[in-house]
């Protein structure tokens, strides 16, 4: 399994979920539970992930996320670390995993 997404949003993880789920990429949710404890834990450890069950389907199942719009309700628009691919939330203005800096906002 790979993981191929992870935001705070539950709702984007399922909304990527779905995507994969339609076009026939088995995936699972983790970490769908312990958001509750973010600021206590460290928060990378709190994102709500998507993993595909495959390997194979993980560049696929990246490319499709990519381009996805968010969903109607969405609040932040996450953005994709270019250094090493990691998502983060819009108002993190860091990558949480490597620490490079978001890109700017173009709206
Ligand atoms: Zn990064």
Do not use: K, Y
């Not at 990429?25 to 460290?42: D, H, Q, Y």
């Not at 560049?59 to 090493?84: K, N, Q, S, T, V």
């Amino acid at each position: 399994m790979r993981r191929v997404f992870s935001s705070f949003d539950l709702v984007a993880v399922h909304h990527a979920r779905n995507v994969l789920e339609s076009n026939g990429i088995g995936s699972v949710v983790r970490n769908e539970f312990l958001s509750s404890g973010a600021g206590e834990l460290p928060p990378a450890d709190c994102q709500i992930e998507l993993w595909v069950l495959h390997d194979a389907d993980a560049a696929h199942a990246e490319a499709m996320l990519r381009f996805d719009a968010p969903p109607a309700g969405a609040r932040e628009h996450p953005w994709r670390c270019a250094r090493c691919g990691e998502v983060s939330e819009r108002q993190f203005t860091h990558c949480w995993s490597c620490g490079a800096p978001a890109p700017a906002l173009t709206a």
